[in-house]
């Protein structure tokens, strides 16, 4: 915890527009040389909080230090905190090699060292040879390089991604992301991205926060949090998740007229509930496993609703005892182990999952 | 079905070419006529035509019409570039700084400058002017034609700052830039050609406006258009027709300059002033 004072520091920030109240007293430290992602539907307040730490929104209250610096009422010229923006912003009028060079002319660097500069950081981003265009003859992948090495080249103490890849197709957004991944593992720079888009949030990030109005609702590392959600906002917005209402009995969880095993992740959250509480069993869809036939004892049973080949995956729909419909996708094989036929009974084995009160 | 029906309503019919070609003709034909007759030896427009300069060599030895028109192109100059920087200014404050409600009421207040008649405004303006003790003068002919063509320069400039993504000034500020920097090197040349519309556009309807010119002029003062009226009234020789065509033909130029620097896409609404 000793680098915690090198990297980024908010403190208790609040901020309303107006009477509403964008951000809660949010508090965060991303410590130096980490790749944190801020993850939130739109309007959770990510992108206010991403633009006070930038210093183009003040905040109404708390703190924000970087390396030990205070920052909070600093003007952005001053922070050396660089930011990639969604929609590019590289200007127009300028050259790739003048837009780069913006902010080393800024800082007043030599002409030869900013070119220097300017071309090894044109190689990171593997866009040699493209310094005299103007950015409206650059695709919208070589922009958002273009726009990385800008504000990469100032050697910021802080990188500052909003929504970088939400501007792309999806085809170049996976290699702009691959690209960006490398490029911060490279460089070793600080980088806090906002976005709503979980799949990039969990590719990307050592540690994601989620966010929803305007508070942190939970953090952790990619994995942690998609396989223990703290709550049923987490468990639903990173990807599909069934939320199974059960009751606790003892060892054994009670579903309508069901008694069924729970998955080994809950039993010490089990252990703790008190008998006949109510609780959401939170289960990603591909820790069910699913065959034809009636279900044995301290299994689960359903009927099949449908069964949708979405390529890669097949998502099964499952009727649980009139309760929520429940959701499973599989390996394609599994439409070999049919036959599936709509109405038919099937048993559910339970392999994983987390207790939400 | 529908497309057909939209080729049709496209295609120009015999009698929208009529139309168009009749309103083209009142347009032009007088300005035709005047470009003839200006190098026509006879002074009061009569056939048979015979070419000659004259009246370009008396335009410009002894007509009494050149210090008007060099009063008009000065004083327009002098207003259209005071518009361009207050016009710029005002439109940064109102895309950057103004609360909404400011906004609003600068924006009524100046498009009330462009609805309200030029006779009233000259009027109204006489008064303030005579009010505040500066009553008839140059430069309350210069105060009146600037608060006339402010609000061209100001929805013009406005409309491409708009449009501006808000974003590339917030990139240069976190590369280093002040506020200043930023606009300078960032904006200003995004909107330069806005900027310089709205100038040109300022000049016109300044060198144009003979209201205000007429209400606010000190008496033995005379810009073009207040010589042109009065000459209209005793009797005029073809050195004025001379003139006229100089006129158009300088204004050709500059509608040209405008289409140049993107006149379209600098937001002017229907190019209404033009």
């Known amino acids: 915890m000793s680098n915690m004072d090198d990297g980024l520091n908010i403190t208790a920030v609040g901020k309303g527009f107006g009477p509403v109240q964008v951000l809660r007293d949010v508090s965060l430290s991303v410590p130096r040389g980490a790749f944190h992602t801020l993850l939130g539907p739109s309007g959770s307040g990510k992108t206010t909080l991403l633009k006070i730490v930038a210093g183009f929104t003040p905040a109404d209250s708390g703190a924000v230090t970087l390396a030990g610096r205070a920052i909070t009422d600093m003007p952005p010229e001053h922070r050396n905190i660089g930011v990639v923006f969604q929609h590019y912003a590289l200007f127009p009028h300028m050259s790739v090699t003048e837009n780069i060079g913006f902010g080393l002319k800024m800082r007043g660097v030599a002409k030869a060292e900013r070119a220097a500069r300017v071309e090894e950081v044109l190689r990171l981003v593997r866009m040699t040879g493209f310094g005299h265009r103007k950015p409206a003859a650059l695709s919208g992948g070589q922009q958002q390089r273009v726009a990385l090495a800008r504000a990469l080249v100032i050697k910021p103490q802080l990188l500052l991604l909003d929504e970088p890849l939400s501007a792309l197709d999806r085809k170049v957004r996976q290699e702009v992301r691959e690209e960006l991944k490398r490029i911060q593992a490279e460089t070793g720079v600080t980088t806090v991205m906002v976005t709503h888009d979980q799949e990039e949030a969990l590719f990307l990030a050592d540690r994601v926060l989620v966010l929803e109005g305007g508070a942190l609702r939970q953090q952790g590392a990619p994995a942690d949090i998609y396989g223990n959600p703290a709550d049923e906002f987490v468990a639903g917005f990173l990807g599909a998740i069934n939320l199974l209402k059960v009751k606790a009995e003892g060892q054994m969880l009670r579903l309508g007229s069901q008694s069924f095993a729970p998955p080994a992740d809950v039993i010490g959250a089990l252990a703790c509930a008190s008998k006949g509480a109510v609780l959401h069993l939170a289960v990603r869809p591909e820790q069910l496993l699913v065959e034809p036939g009636e279900a044995g004892t301290g299994q689960l049973g359903g009927r099949l609703i449908a069964t949708e080949f979405g390529g890669p995956v097949v998502t099964l729909r499952i009727d649980v005892e009139g309760q929520a419909v429940s959701v499973l996708s599989l390996s394609p094989d599994v439409l070999a182990a049919g036959p599936w036929e709509v109405g038919m009974p099937v048993r559910l084995m339970v392999r994983g999952g987390s207790l939400l009160a | ?274």
């Open chain 2, 1 to 274: 079905m529908r497309k057909s029906r939209l080729r049709d309503a496209e295609a120009l019919s015999p009698f929208m070419i009529g139309m168009l070609a009749l309103s083209l003709a009142i347009l032009f034909v007088p300005l035709v006529i005047i470009i003839l007759l200006s190098f026509n030896t006879s002074p009061y427009g009569t056939f048979p035509f015979q070419g000659t300069l004259k009246w370009y060599a008396a335009l410009f030895t002894d007509s009494g019409l050149l210090g008007p028109t060099w009063l008009s192109v000065e004083l327009s100059f002098l207003v259209a570039v005071s518009a361009a920087v207050f016009g710029t200014m005002a439109a940064v404050w109102l895309d950057r700084r103004a609360s909404k409600i400011a906004g609003t009421m600068f924006r009524a207040a100046l498009l009330s400058a462009i609805t309200v008649p030029w006779l009233i405004l000259g009027l109204a303006m006489l008064l303030v002017m005579n009010a505040i003790g500066l009553g008839r003068s140059l430069f309350a002919i210069y105060l009146g034609l600037l608060a006339t063509v402010l609000p061209y320069v100001v929805f013009i400039v406005s409309a491409r700052l708009n449009a501006l993504d808000r974003d590339l000034d917030f990139a240069a500020r976190s590369l280093g830039a002040s506020p200043i920097v930023s606009f300078l090197r960032v904006s200003a040349p995004l909107i330069l050609p806005s900027i310089l519309s709205g100038t040109l556009i300022a000049f016109m309807v300044s060198f144009n406006n003979f209201l205000i010119q007429y209400f606010l002029a000190p008496f033995g003062v005379q810009t073009l258009p207040l010589k042109i009226y009065t000459l209209i009234r005793v009797g005029y020789l073809p050195d004025l027709n001379a003139l006229a065509t100089l006129i158009v033909g300088i204004t050709c130029l500059l509608i040209a300059i405008l289409h140049r620097l993107g006149l379209r896409n600098a937001g002017l609404p229907g190019g209404a002033a033009l």
